[in-house]
């Protein structure tokens, strides 16, 4: 299924074409020739360049074993038999004496053994998934240019749930998705069952991704309906052989608006007797239901807030309701109000903090990486490590709303990576990470979500370097140890091919392209500068919307002396809520990351910053560093065209150009509107913005993608 275009063929094909067209062009009035198929990115990472017919066998029988030999079937090199599927409990597998007890339900064991005096590749675990884990691992292995005669793996996953969060709307709209439309045919299903299906579950498998938030956060009643719950399970059946279960976004209103009863309130016994018979009711239809995913009182969503009842009464509600079944409930922790006058960072902690240890244990507490909301750079949210007591799962954003849509480059690894080793300072060697990962805690659930970057564009993300922001998800959700880095190797010499020299330049591009987009949108700790709804380009004018804390001008607080949003004890205090050790960094503007400054700090412009630069010139110069990295980018992506087949190059080449191009856009609008408040000069043989700061403000664009409806 998944389209194996190799480059050879592709050029025969081209050389073909190029002959005909040459024909063609002999006569004037022939119709144009249709483009000769060029790589289109469909493969993703899975891209076997040497499948053959190697000898696979599995011991046992059941539907994710299949799946998993006819994995390695299509991957192998044929020389590489004989492989070996068997449960860890295979009577067989006794001799060998391997220790099996660690890799829990879903870990493997691939390396070579002795089997029924035969010399085999054995792929083991104590159940189906965790064998159809050690095959994508041993197919990775291979891939990344490992031998398969000194195959010796063996891992098991750090969280329990590895979860993509779809935000997608049942009209095929996705929320913040620029990748195109759903992937989702809701109208056709439960009968069509696109065979995409299919590969976005490989995909997914193949780096550990065990469930899927079929539909968006901002959810409609309507998804809990029999009609779509169909849909649903069709879409389970499919996934099911893969290991992945879906789960379902709830409106908390949907007893209100399906049931017509005349209250959502938790703690009324006919709301939650409602739930309890909508669950019994996905359960039958979809036995292996993961649960519920909720956003609740938070940017207009309903939720037990409506009537006086807190969190945990709406969390522990609907976990009773999908107790019985094995279900969980993902509570998110994103919530502000705007009747708080309270500083934005500071209210999901402020709400959620003392309901630590509140939650029954089917319930975890969905927190985003930073308080604020996915910003290039943000410090990581208080509530990791202030919540002990709670299974806490981690949320990154792996759609790129704020760091330049689905046509910039920029790997998300050094961000993920940056957050998950963050000390929170309350435990000793405590980390974000470990805070997640439960270590430590007595067994609990644990997780962490990608909110996906996925659409129906036939190469699924919008490019070929998104695919890297799916993939490292999924690896760091397994292993949050693993490394941006070394992530990025094994996913460039699978999608590219195992050139070093290749692999070289594409994981430096990588690296690099993280800091980038932070520079050029607003370095130092400044944050949601975008322009309203869409948050596609600059917006830091913005000053006008409903909600003081809609407005960009809400987090930079810029004007005449100084800029930034004072968070010490002299501004908002956010950083108490910070462990003591790490809040006594924040409170001192000598001390705190020059990379997270502004988000502590209201400071002049004059202020001379470690660098020896004054605030302005350092947050300029940092603008220019974003814009020239961008370029190098380019540069080095056109060094790579020999190596690279022309489709996925091509296209790349085509958006490094909109990055580049809107990367100076957002460089000089800010630079012209910083200007106008600070009425300084530009520092010495630094480039005035292309136009005047009017010309950015009249930029408008009504139909850019991703936008709420
Ligand atoms: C914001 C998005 C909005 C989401 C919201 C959320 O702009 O579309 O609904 O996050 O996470 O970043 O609920």
Redesign the pocket.
């Known amino acids: 299924m998944v389209a194996e275009e190799r480059w050879e063929d592709a050029m025969k094909v081209r050389a073909v074409a190029g002959a005909i067209a040459l024909l063609l062009g002999l006569f004037a009035s022939a119709p144009p020739i249709t483009a000769a198929p060029v790589d289109d990115g469909y493969a993703l990472w899975l891209r076997y360049v040497s499948a053959g017919n190697a000898a696979v066998e599995t011991r046992g029988d059941s539907p994710t074993l299949a799946v998993a030999r006819d994995e390695l079937r299509r991957g192998l090199p044929g020389t590489a038999g004989p492989v070996v599927l068997a449960r860890a409990s295979d009577a067989a597998l006794a001799p060998l004496r391997l220790r099996t007890t660690s890799l829990g339900d879903e870990g493997y064991i691939v390396r070579r053994a002795t089997i029924g005096g035969r010399m085999v590749t054995l792929v083991t675990g104590n159940s189906d998934r965790g064998i159809l884990y050690g095959a994508f691992a041993l197919l990775r292995h291979l891939g990344t240019g490992g031998s398969i005669e000194r195959v010796d793996l063996a891992s098991a996953p750090a969280v329990r749930l590895r979860l993509l969060n779809h935000?997608d709307n049942l009209d095929g709209q996705v929320?913040?998705g620029y990748a195109g439309r759903s992937l989702w045919d809701w109208w056709n299903l439960p009968d069509v069952k696109d065979p995409r299906y299919v590969d976005y579950a490989r995909a997914n498998a193949s780096i550990g991704i065990n469930g899927t938030v079929l539909n968006?956060?901002?959810a409609r009643a309507e998804s809990l309906t029999p009609f779509y719950i169909a849909k649903a399970a069709a879409l389970a059946d499919v996934f099911r052989p893969y290991g992945i279960k879906v789960y379902l976004s709830a409106r908390f209103s949907a007893p209100v608006e399906l049931g017509g009863l005349k209250s959502a309130d938790p703690r009324d016994p006919e709301a939650a007797a409602w739930w309890k018979a909508k669950a019994d009711e996905i359960y039958r239809a979809i036995p292996d239901f993961g649960g519920f995913l909720v956003?609740a009182n938070?940017?207009g969503q309903p939720g037990p807030r409506d009537y006086g009842a807190t969190h945990v009464d709406g969390a522990n509600m609907l976990a009773g309701a999908v107790k019985p079944h094995g279900g969980v409930v993902m509570w998110?922790a994103?919530v502000y109000a705007d009747t708080d006058p309270e500083d934005r960072a500071k209210q999901a902690y402020i709400e959620f903090k003392p309901l630590d240890g509140k939650f029954a244990d089917n319930v975890i507490v969905q927190v985003?990486n930073g308080a604020i909301?996915?910003q290039p750079r943000e410090p990581f949210h208080p509530l990791f490590g202030a919540m002990p007591a709670t299974p806490l799962m981690m949320?990154f954003?792996i759609t790129k709303?704020?760091l330049g849509f689905a046509s910039h480059l920029v790997y998300l690894g050094p961000l993920f990576e940056e957050v998950l080793d963050a000390r929170t300072g309350r435990r000793v060697g405590e980390t974000v990470s470990s805070v997640i990962t439960g270590e430590g805690a007595r067994p609990r659930l644990t997780g962490m979500a990608g909110?996906a970057n996925i659409g129906d564009a036939r190469d699924w993300t919008g490019s070929t370097f998104n695919q890297a922001n799916w993939y490292v998800f999924g690896r760091m959700a397994w292993d949050p140890g693993l490394g941006a880095e070394a992530i990025a190797r094994e996913w460039a010499a699978q999608t590219f091919g195992n050139d070093p020299a290749l692999i070289d330049r594409v994981t430096r591009m990588m690296i690099a392209s993280r800091e980038a987009v932070v520079d050029y949108t607003g370095a130092l700790g400044l944050a949601h500068l975008f322009a309203t709804g869409h948050?596609y380009g600059p917006g830091p004018w913005i000053a006008d919307l409903k909600r003081p804390e809609w407005n960009p001008v809400y987090y930079h607080r810029a004007d005449r002396n100084g800029i930034g949003f004072d968070r010490t004890r002299s501004g908002s205090n956010a950083i108490s809520q910070y462990a003591p050790s790490i809040a006594r960094i924040y409170a001192d503007p000598g001390k705190t990351p020059l990379e997270e400054l502004l988000w502590f700090h209201h400071l002049p412009w004059t202020y001379r910053v470690s660098t020896g630069r004054t605030l302005w010139a350092e947050l300029v110069w940092r603008y220019d560093r974003g814009v020239a990295t961008v370029g190098d980018l380019r540069r080095q992506w056109s060094t790579l065209k020999p190596k690279v087949d022309a489709g996925r190059w091509e296209k790349q080449a085509a958006l490094l150009r909109v990055q580049e191009r809107e990367a100076i856009w957002w460089r000089d609008a800010s630079i012209a509107y910083w200007m106008s408040l600070n009425q300084l000069p530009l520092p010495d043989g630094v480039r005035p913005p292309e136009h005047d700061l009017e010309w950015y403000k009249a930029q408008s664009f009504p139909f850019a993608p991703g936008n709420?409806h």
Request: proline content about 5%; aromatic content about 20%; glycine content about 0%.
């Open positions: 935000w929320e913040r968006n956060v901002n956003k938070s940017e998110r994103f985003k909301d996915f949320e954003q709303e704020y909110v948050h709420p």
